[in-house]
Nanobody, 120 residues
Framework: QVQLVESGGGLVQPGGSLRLSCVVSGSGFSINTMGWYRQGPGNQRDFVAHIRDGSTKYDDSVKGRFTISRDNAKNTVYLQMNSLRPEDTAVYYC???????????????WGQGTQVTVSS
């Protein structure tokens, strides 16, 4: 069974930094893309960043502040968040677009989320 588990969330002051991690476990899959999304209270789940074949994309709201990276050997994706603002407060979800190695079909998987709170 494929599982995505996030960690690294917490409470941080404005201007501070956090590093989120997402570990993908299981078997019978290969990673197509990995990404991060976030959802504040009463809001939609919004795109933050994703990485595919070493190429990255970011939402304009986090460009220059957040960095997404991968450690392929560990099946882990990271989100380094710097210069955090109160409006970054949200539950951050790890997303994996994975390919079933037998059927060759793609499917999206989601972690349970990790809370990031930016407050003084």
């Amino acid at each position: 069974q494929v599982q995505l588990v996030e960690s690294g969330g917490g409470l941080v002051q404005p201007g501070g930094s956090l590093r989120l991690s997402c570990v993908v476990s299981g078997s019978g899959f290969s990673i197509n893309t990995m990404g991060w999304y976030r959802q504040g209270p009463g809001n939609q789940r919004d795109f933050v960043a994703h990485i595919r074949d070493g190429s990255t994309k970011y939402d304009d709201s986090v460009k220059g502040r957040f960095t997404i990276s991968r450690d392929n050997a560990k099946n882990t994706v990271y989100l380094q968040m710097n210069s955090l603002r109160p409006e970054d407060t949200a539950v951050y979800y790890c997303q994996g677009r994975l390919r079933n190695v037998l059927t060759l079909t793609l499917a999206d998987y989601w972690g349970q989320g990790t809370q990031v709170t930016v407050s003084s």
